[in-house]
């Protein structure tokens, strides 16, 4: 039983760590990212806008094919 409760509350701290982690990480290699060019074309900070649509494309097909593994007939 104790075993149990370890796990009922150190499962959810872990993945709210993790979450933390992947968002700081995220965010620090965007910003890196935003300072590796100025300028390009007229658009400021275009690796950081780049990596972000790419992030934003991931998510998407992963959202896109967890609901379609979800349906199968």
Do not use: Q, T
Not at 56 to 68: D, M, N, T
């Amino acid at each position: 039983m104790r075993e149990r409760l370890l796990s009922a509350f150190w499962v959810p701290v872990a993945a709210v760590l993790l979450a933390v982690g992947l968002i700081a990480g995220i965010g620090e290699a965007l910003l890196a990212l935003a300072g590796a060019r100025e300028e390009m074309a007229g658009v400021k900070e275009p690796y950081a806008v780049a990596g972000a649509l790419l992030l934003a494309l991931f998510v998407l097909i992963g959202a896109a094919a967890l609901v379609r593994s979800g349906h199968k007939r």
